[in-house]
Structure formats: structure tokens, C-alpha cells
């Protein structure tokens, strides 16, 4: 397929998703019975951005610009190996393997195996010969090249099978902000979107804050008000209430709105319901510290704004590997 024909593809499953019709709700209904983390409101969030910031056809051929594409290239069949984290996380790995003229072999996660296998068998009911490039396994092997994401864990495994070919293999990874106390309220309600939309389980989302000595708790804790609403789903609840325990039992001071905890804690990572922090002396030793860490995404409020961290754009590539410049040397 041409690159004008896989654009304009592209373009028509834009317009698919803006539909929003009933054969593409029954999807996203399956995808939400099938995870309970997936839910309504988050997987039209998902949605969305892929809409305004991977498939608007100004961005999407500005993209396309820098990397000089064309119909030369010789296809090579690279596996696609996705997590499952947030709704149609590995949306962008399949967009830069489709447009680069790549065949692809997918494997879906177990918790994100509805939506994209939805989209994609729409896309052959439009270009049948779409079949020839695009598929789905339950195991990949004997593929080109590989792009897999998923734990520190499955990396290992992910090294093993793959590191002889050409490869990008994604690890755990988070993300942090660093507050200085002159947050305005405005500011604040979106650092609130960054640590909370899609549970916190998305690696661009703010699992730890670095705060100054003496600074205030109160307004930030007022700004996780609008996602209080957590409290009453039931698996977001159950981690709320054990690391609530776990804190109780240990005697740790702890902060909380009744749906978010507050923990000083030195690890980036936190579990679901628990936003760690830590004081500092330095903003600048700070920032300095942590553009050093591996397994930070990014900086909220310093690489991107506050309320941007789950809205990345087609050249914000994970764990800062440009994939497209790695598919066209394959």
C-alpha cells in the first residue's frame, strides 16, 4: 500500500472514531467488562487523544515530514509486542509501523485485547489487503525486528528472545513533578489530572512530587476533590484501603482526601491510591538529580505542563527512543 493510501486510511478511522457508532461502543463496553480499569470515561479519554494528537492530519503529515518517507522502503515484519496498562497504550508502536510501510505481527496484552483488534478488523473490512500487513499472535517469533513493552520482569525475557535482532525494549517507567509552593489553583487541579487519569497506571503519570520544606498540603489535597469518585469503584477501592492499613499498622504519618493518600516516601514509585513525596533544599540539585534517573518518563512542569502527561504527541516517543527513525533503518 502507498503511503498516500495508509494516510488516508488513517484519516477514515478518524473519522470512524468521531462516529462513535454503536458497533464501536459495543467494543468499548467489551473492553470495560473484560478490565474493570478500563473504564467508560477513560477509554473516550484514550480515544480522544489519539483523535486530536495522533490523528489529525495536519500533525500527522508534519510527522511524516521529518523522516522523508516514501515508497521505497523494503517491508520488514517487526513483532509488536503491547502492554495493557491504559486504554490502546500501544496505539502509537502500531500508528509508526503502519505509516513506515511495515508488516507487523501483534501481540495484545490480555488486558487491552478488544479496542485495537476491533479497529484494525475494521480497517480490512475497508482494504482487505490490509491482511497481508497487519495480524495478530498469541506468541511472535520469527519476526525482523522488535518492539516490546512491558515490566521490568518481562524485559528480561524480552532480552533474551529478542536482543540478537534489531529491537527496542521498554521497561518500567514513571513520572514525577516538582512543585515549588507557587501553584496556582488552576495549576494544581491539573497536576491532579496528571496523577490520577487512567488510575495512575500509565507511565507518564505522576507517581511521586517533590515539594519545599514547609510547603502546604491543603490546596493540593483540595484539588484531588474531583476524582473523590474513586472511592466507590471497587478494585481502585480495595488498593485505597490496604495501603490506608498498611500505613495505619506501620504507624506512618500519612495524609489523605479519603481517596488519595499522601505518603513521604523516597521511592518514584507508588502502588495505586498513593501519591509519594519527598521535601527538598535545591529546586535546581533536584531537577539536576532526577534528569539523571532512568526511570523517569518525564517531568511534569518542567519537560511538559502541568495536565499535558497523558496527552503526548506523535514525537513524544516512550523512554525518549525515537521508533520511527529506528523502523526506517531496519
Given amino acids: 500500500m502507498k503511503l498516500q493510501n495508509r494516510i488516508e486510511i488513517l484519516d477514515r478511522l ?15 463496553i467489551q473492553a470495560y467488562q473484560k478490565n474493570g480499569w478500563f473504564t467508560p470515561e477513560f477509554i473516550d479519554l484514550s480515544v480522544n487523544n489519539i483523535i486530536e494528537h495522533f ?18 522502503i523494503i517491508p520488514k515484519n517487526v513483532g509488536v ?4 496498562n491504559i486504554p490502546l497504550v500501544g496505539f502509537h508502536d502500531f500508528l509508526s509501523v503502519f505509516i513506515s510501510g511495515h508488516t507487523q505481527t501483534i501481540k495484545l496484552s490480555g488486558k487491552d485485547e478488544v479496542l485495537l483488534k476491533h479497529l484494525v478488523q475494521k480497517m480490512y473490512s475497508w482494504e482487505p489487503i490490509l491482511q497481508n500487513s497487519i495480524s495478530f ?10 518492539i516490546a513493552t512491558g515490566s521490568n520482569n518481562s524485559a528480561m525475557y524480552f532480552d533474551y528472545y529478542f536482543g540478537k535482532y534489531p529491537s527496542i525494549i521498554r521497561r ?24 490520577h487519569v487512567f488510575f495512575g497506571l500509565g507511565c507518564r503519570n505522576v507517581t511521586k512530587i517533590f515539594v519545599p520544606e514547609g510547603y502546604d498540603f491543603v490546596p493540593l489535597l483540595k484539588s484531588f ?7 466507590d469503584h471497587h478494585k481502585y477501592r480495595n488498593n485505597y484501603d490496604y495501603n490506608l492499613s498498611i500505613q495505619i499498622m506501620n504507624t506512618r504519618f500519612y495524609m489523605t482526601n479519603e481517596a488519595t493518600l499522601l505518603v513521604e516516601n523516597d521511592l518514584l514509585f507508588s502502588p495505586i491510591s498513593q501519591l509519594n513525596y519527598s521535601f527538598y ?8 538529580l532526577l534528569k539523571q ?11 511538559i505542563p502541568f495536565g499535558k502527561a497523558q496527552q503526548p504527541g506523535l514525537s513524544d516517543y516512550a523512554d525518549g527512543i525515537d521508533t520511527m527513525k529506528f523502523l526506517l533503518i531496519l
Fill in 293 to 303: 534517573n532512568n526511570d523517569l518518563q518525564c517531568i511534569v512542569g518542567v519537560d
Fill in 137 to 146: 499472535a498469541p506468541i511472535i517469533k520469527g519476526c525482523d525486528a522488535y
Fill in 281 to 288: 533544599i535545591n529546586w535546581q540539585n533536584t531537577l539536576d
Fill in 81 to 84: 509486542v503491547m502492554a495493557g
Fill in 55 to 72: 490523528l489529525q492530519p495536519d500533525k500527522l503529515l508534519a510527522w511524516i515530514k521529518q523522516y522523508s518517507l516514501d515508497d521505497n
Fill in 172 to 195: 518500567n517507567r514513571t513520572s514525577a513533578a516538582i512543585l515549588t509552593g507557587n501553584e496556582t489553583v488552576a495549576e494544581l487541579e491539573k497536576l491532579a489530572d496528571d496523577i
Fill in 225 to 231: 476533590h474531583q476524582y473523590l469518585y474513586f472511592a
Fill in 14 to 28: 478518524k473519522e470512524y472514531l468521531l462516529q462513535n457508532t454503536a458497533e464501536w461502543q459495543e467494543a468499548k
